[in-house]
């Protein structure tokens, strides 16, 4: 299984807006890139997933790099709610998820 | 539209004892997955079934097994368990691909 490598931890203002790196150099082809996270005291949430093309949904943008090798989400005004670990996932849209340490992401008012 | 449903929340057993936890999924969804969250070790895949076949499988020993039935909801079983089992299982649906949805995992303490 390919593996993701995120900083650790992160830090943001409120209303700011967030970058989170995600390195994958050796993804396959057959890789989506997903996005999770998880709150304290809940399971993972799912916030967005893409494969070649930069997505958006409500709750976040996806930028993938041209060769796919890496990618960022992008939270575009941090609120104390989006204070969660965040993980990136590759997957062949199976339900086989395999999950690293991710990025905690601490946000101050 | 109801979210994924785990049965028990929370429960405690003793070394040796056996388990069983339930999950209902999203209405429509085939696919089951089942998590074991630690401290220690994280978020780590146990498995994976679809239309009551297991297609993918964690590196768990054999203590560890699930079904799904024809209704899509799932079972899994830890027999003999040990104090280091003691964590939250997690379980996810999905429709066929796409993202995954959470339930809010039964925590088993093992004493």
């Known amino acids: 299984d390919a593996k993701t490598t995120q900083p650790n931890s992160m830090e943001s203002n409120e209303e700011e807006p967030v970058h989170l790196p995600c390195n994958h150099s050796?993804?396959?082809?057959?890789?989506?890139i997903h996005w999770y996270r998880q709150l304290p005291s809940q399971g993972p949430e799912y916030v967005i997933h893409?494969?070649?093309s930069n997505v958006n949904n409500r709750m976040a943008s996806l930028a993938i790099a041209e060769d796919r090798k890496s990618s960022t989400l992008i939270l575009h005004r941090a609120t104390l709610r989006d204070a969660a670990v965040y993980y990136c996932i590759l997957n062949s849209n199976t339900g086989k998820l395999i999950f690293g340490q991710g990025t905690t992401l601490q946000v101050k008012p | 539209k109801a979210g994924v449903t785990q049965t028990p929340r929370y429960l405690i057993k003793t070394r040796g004892q056996q388990v069983t936890l339930s999950c209902s999924p999203i209405?429509?969804?085939?696919?089951v997955s089942w998590y074991q969250q630690t401290p220690g070790q994280g978020l780590q895949f146990l498995f994976e079934?679809?239309?009551?076949?297991?297609?993918n499988k964690g590196n768990f020993p054999g203590r560890f097994s699930g079904r799904q039935f024809s209704n899509s909801r799932s079972e899994m079983n830890v027999s003999t368990l040990e104090l280091g089992d003691s964590a939250l299982y997690l379980c996810?649906?999905?429709?066929?691909?796409?993202?995954?949805?959470f339930g809010e995992g039964s925590r088993l303490t093992v004493l």
């Open positions: 893409g494969l070649t």
């Open positions: 996810a649906s999905s429709l066929v691909t796409g993202e995954l949805f």
């Open positions: 050796t993804i396959s082809g057959t890789d989506y």
């Open positions: 079934y679809f239309s009551e076949t297991q297609r």
């Open positions: 209405s429509g969804h085939r696919s």
